[in-house]
């Protein structure tokens, strides 16, 4: 089977938690897959070449560009995009939320690949500085914000989730002694 | 839609090798993260593809029973960053590492494939060198290992024939146990940026700390392929540690570069940058390693 090369293969894989059995074209993009076939168009085509994120989505919690990511290696893995962020009564995640309150949106393009490079390192539970999240947010090009306010928004996000995890078994996981 | 004649996508490195004997025009990918943009671009069209994406076993890295660190060329850069292996042997291989693209392109991207292309800038392979790794290529027939040095035969070209896939990349415990080593990119941006020239250096200092017992020197962008120089690793190996010889063997290393002009630099300030990298690599290394630097040599 794997020592033949037909032009479409059937995948499948979860996206936003629903799973989904496609025929797909290797020579797709994983980002064609997604707004083309699935119509989540959040994923938005900047540079198609890797260099501006705004394609971004999560693989398996982590955040790739999808514009250089072939549709087919997506097969068996789970995906997130910005579509999946929100819950199903529509309330915004805690990363959203911080990026309206800190006003870190302006026209928008570069916002959902942001948000879920966010949400990767808001997850990890790690609390990164400023500098460090300058590092990890490098791989995203806005060309309106300036990038401060994304900044604090990231900020903030972290905060919340901190606050939020406390009282939760991890938390008292992290804080009994053995 | 990518311009690929066939795509192949073997399970084990047993079919891979299977596939490449069968198919020996195929081209391989691994990560993707320059293939598919050179796709993009309207080169390397109309070909047959081998996608490495699915062989797990090449991404782990591991220490054989020897303590050789055996690094999987489909390990991505912050797999290779992240590794505990890495980080506690050979630092600044995970320093090179997260200075390529961004955190997504990283994650993507493989250390195999950085080698593989054959680019002089390539952040990984400068460090390679540095380090004296191996490069072990395999075929549906049998193994060979070679040094890195022999892998790369010139521009964009390596030693990796119809049929081969690369394995491993292995370093030897002698290769760096009491080594210490720095690495320092210079470029433009502080992300996304190819390297207008960079340098990896490791040092191994006597027991007392005194001595340069033996030093390598490794350069990128500074000649056709990453490249050693040889004569500023003469002009530190056996030295008492001191800056004087250290700005000696920096300057000395010049000696074995062929930079040349091109639109991102002009060769005479590669040259004076590869210098100078060379010097802060060499530093760095030595106060690693332990070594305290005076301004001149003790009498």
């Known amino acids: ?178 | 839609m990518f311009d690929l004649k066939a795509l192949y996508i073997p399970d084990t490195v047993e079919e891979a090798l299977t596939l490449l004997a069968e198919h020996p025009d195929a081209h391989i990918m691994a990560g993707g993260s320059d293939t598919l943009v050179k796709l993009r671009d309207g080169k390397l069209g109309g070909l047959e593809w081998v996608s490495l994406h699915g062989l797990d076993e090449l991404r782990r890295i591991t220490l054989d029973d020897d303590d050789t660190i055996r690094i999987g060329p489909l390990a991505s850069f912050t797999q290779v960053a992240r590794s505990a292996i890495v980080r506690g042997r050979l630092p600044s291989l995970a320093e090179a590492v997260l200075t390529i693209g961004g955190p997504q392109v990283r994650k993507i991207g493989t250390i195999g494939g950085n080698l593989c292309n054959g680019v002089p800038s390539a952040d990984s392979a400068s460090t390679c060198f540095a380090w004296d790794a191996e490069i072990e290529v395999s075929t549906a027939d049998g193994v060979r290992t070679l040094p890195i040095a022999d892998f790369y035969l010139s521009a964009g070209k390596v030693d990796l024939r119809p049929g081969e896939l690369v394995t491993g990349i292995l370093v030897r415990r002698a290769a760096y146990q009491g080594w210490h080593g720095a690495y320092h990119k210079y470029a433009m941006r502080n992300a996304m940026d190819i390297a207008t020239v960079n340098c990896s250096t490791t040092v191994r200092l006597s027991a007392d700390r005194s001595t340069v017992e033996d030093a390598r020197i490794a350069f990128g962008v500074a000649a056709p392929t990453p490249i050693r120089a040889p004569h500023g690793e003469a002009a530190l190996r056996g030295r008492p540690v001191s800056q004087a010889a250290v700005d000696a063997a920096a300057k000395a290393a010049i000696a074995d570069t062929r930079a040349r002009d091109s639109w991102r630099a002009a060769k005479a300030f590669r040259e004076h940058m590869l210098a100078e990298i060379a010097r802060r690599c060499l530093t760095q290394s030595i106060v690693r390693a332990g070594g305290r630097l005076t301004e001149k040599s003790p009498a």
């Not at chain 1, 393009?109 to 460090?132: H, I, K, M, N, W």
Request: net charge negative; with cysteine.
């Open chain 1, 1 to 178: 089977m794997s020592l033949t090369a037909p032009q479409f293969r059937e995948i499948s894989f979860t996206v936003n938690g629903r799973r989904v059995t496609r025929s797909v074209d290797v020579r797709s993009s994983l980002s064609d897959l997604l707004r083309e076939d699935l119509g989540l168009l959040s994923v938005k085509k900047g540079c198609e070449v890797g260099e501006c994120g705004a394609c971004s989505v999560l693989i398996d919690g982590v955040a790739i560009d999808s514009c250089i990511y072939l549709a087919v290696w997506v097969d068996g893995k789970e995906v997130r995009t910005t579509e999946g962020l929100a819950d199903e009564d529509g309330n915004l995640s805690i990363v959203q939320q911080a990026f309206v309150e800190a006003t870190a949106i302006q026209c928008g393009f570069c916002t959902p690949g942001l948000l879920l490079t966010a949400t990767e390192l808001v997850e990890s539970g790690q609390t990164y500085t400023r500098d460090e999240l300058r590092t990890e947010l490098a791989g995203h090009l806005c060309r309106c914000t300036g990038y401060q306010n994304i900044l604090n928004a990231v900020e903030l996000a972290q905060a919340r989730h901190a606050e939020a995890q406390i009282g939760s078994p991890e938390f008292w996981e992290a804080v009994t002694p053995r």
